[in-house]
């Protein structure tokens, strides 16, 4: 069960609060992804005192489109980038020792329906296994073609020599996240969704001394001060390097990726695919997660970005028409249960430069003449690193006083070592009994909130009181989960959704009705049907 304190960290006001009690922070961090959450928990885990601001929902953005892996990224060994796969299958193996709730050793498969390339993939994922040094999650084999039709149950037999097994991470993105932010503010850090920073402020020398950011539920203003202020805001880092100085060359190129979501009959057994070499060149997926199959991605540049990216024509095309030669049930378009695209931050290409799958995934740290440090790049699986590396630079900047990182050895909120993976709520690890316990209080909440779907109505106020969970996006997005499991679900569940919400958290009925209009706006996004979207792609 929670303790008293805990609880109390969590309510929003209490929160709030410390924005009145707390003068000047050592450190204000922007943006509630991935990259912000990882450099906000390396300033706490120091001992600085962190305020960490997130406009809508922590992971909204890219942080909770991915394709669900823990990885080195093989295609980076192809390409050459050692030093990027070693660190990143380092951050991997400390990621499963920290959130194993929701990390976990995935099997994947590569199916081979050339004479070479057996030989090939498996050379090349030994090098995987060895730069991954001690925390390697498994040697990687040859499989003969028996083996691999009876592993991949859905597979195409014609033409096939066999197929190459290696290991790699899958999880759950936007419950990392969640924990993420969890652990540090159970840790003394203050971290606020729902709060949109709207200006910086500067000292009488023109140095960056702060933020002027906005509650956005009550639209209060606030002016918070900070020895050091970083830009951690993804995709949207040039937002905010355009209030430092406006003009700004652009740091970041959108990059697309899209996933189609299946039932899990289209991927029966345990096992993932991973296809190295589509038409294109890209590397496409089929990655088992929560009892259904993500199938994508691709990596499609885009020249503008925003909240809620959608699908291009083309990538949905691509996707389909790729499964199709390898699956024996090829997926169509009825068959896709929610499609979400999101926006990857790379590095805006040099001139001559213009593929996306050729630009490094390694971070970048820049800070600015009026000293506002910006990190841009990455990817979730090396966030912990990038973190470090942001604050780091702080410290060498002489903005914060020199103390060591300890995230490399601390266990992330809910870390539990051997999960019921058979139970859905395998996912609040720790948290799990105290959930329970609570629909032993309250019967009624365990109910499901679809009578099709395996989730309950006790995880709606749950992830009111605990999670930071504020409207019904944040709820069936990024806490349960559903609008990227099962989207037309998702729509039934919202009002109910919000009727729970609102009795936690003290709304009216007008409340209800607009959070319902409001989610069922975004989640039309998610219905393949609602496809083609007007996002245009970049010119070549």
């Known amino acids: 069960m929670r303790n008293d ?29 991935a990259t912000g959450l990882g450099v906000a928990l390396d300033g706490i885990s120091r001992g600085y005192s962190t305020l960490l601001l997130e406009q809508v929902d922590y992971a909204k953005g890219t942080s909770s489109r991915s394709t669900k892996l823990v990885h080195g990224g093989v295609r980076y060994l192809a390409q050459g980038d050692v030093a ?40 090349g994922l030994t090098m995987y296994d060895l730069l991954a040094g001690k925390l390697s999650l498994g040697a990687s084999k040859h499989l003969s073609k028996t083996e691999t039709l009876r592993r991949l149950g859905n597979i195409k037999a014609d033409g096939l020599k066999g197929g190459v097994l290696y290991h790699d991470g899958q999880f759950d993105d936007a419950r990392l996240a969640v924990n993420l932010a969890q652990t540090a503010v159970e840790r003394g850090g203050t971290l606020l969704n729902h709060f949109e920073v709207r200006g910086l402020l500067k000292d009488t020398q023109g140095k960056i001394s702060g933020v002027m950011a906005a509650d956005q539920e009550t639209s ?13 805001t993804g995709i949207f880092v040039d937002d905010i390097l355009q209030m430092d100085k406006p003009g700004t060359k652009k740091l970041v190129r959108p ?15 345990d096992d993932a695919i991973m296809i190295p070499k589509t038409d294109d060149g890209r590397v496409l997926f ?23 990216p959608q699908a291009l024509e ?78 780091d630079k702080a410290i060498a900047l002489g903005k ?6 300890t995230t490399a050895q601390m266990p992330i909120h809910g870390a539990q070592p051997t999960p019921d993976r058979s139970n859905h709520l395998y996912v609040y690890g720790t948290d799990q009994p105290a959930l329970q316990q609570l629909i032993v209080q309250q019967p009624e909440l365990g109910q499901k909130l679809d009578a099709s779907l395996e989730f309950l109505k006790a995880e709606v106020v749950w992830a009111a009181r605990y999670e930071m969970a504020r409207t019904v996006e944040d709820v069936l997005a990024r806490r349960v989960r559903v609008l990227f499991l099962d989207a037309p679900a998702a729509i039934r569940m919202a009002p109910e959704v919000a009727a729970l ?40």
């Open 501 to 540: 919400l609102a009795q936690e958290l003290g709304h009216d009925q007008r409340w209800e009705q607009q959070q319902v209009a409001a989610f069922t706006a975004i989640a039309q996004h998610y219905l393949l049907e609602s496809q083609p979207a007007p996002v245009k792609a970049a010119a070549a």
């Open 5 to 33: 304190t805990t609880t109390t960290r969590f309510q929003r006001s209490a929160l709030l609060q410390q924005l009145t009690n707390q003068k000047s922070w050592d450190l204000i961090v922007i943006g509630g992804g």
């Open 314 to 391: 083309e990538e949905i095309d691509f996707i389909l028409r790729t499964a199709a030669r390898y699956l024996t049930r090829a997926p169509k378009r009825s068959d896709a249960l929610s499609i979400f695209a999101g926006l990857r931050p790379l590095a805006a290409p040099q001139a001559g430069s213009e593929k996306t799958k050729e630009i490094s995934r390694s971070h970048k740290i820049l800070v600015s003449e009026a000293g506002l440090i910006t990190i841009t790049g990455g990817k979730w699986t090396t966030y912990r690193r990038m973190g470090q590396d942001t604050v």
């Open 220 to 232: 209060t203003t606030y002016e918070l001060t900070a020895k050091a202020v970083v830009n951690a």
């Open 400 to 405: 914060l006083p020199a103390a060591k990182s």
């Open 84 to 123: 990027l796969v070693r660190e990143a299958l380092y951050e991997r193996g400390l990621l499963l020792k920290n959130a194993p709730h929701l990390v976990k050793n995935q099997d994947f498969i590569i199916p081979n329906y050339e004479w070479w390339g057996g030989p090939f993939y498996t050379i």
């Open 255 to 269: 990059s697309q990726g899209v996933h189609i979501v299946l039932d899990k009959s289209f991927l029966p057994g």
């Open 286 to 308: 089929a990655v088992p997660w929560h009892n259904r199959v993500v199938l994508g991605t691709t990596d499609t540049p885009l020249n503008e970005h925003s909240q809620e």
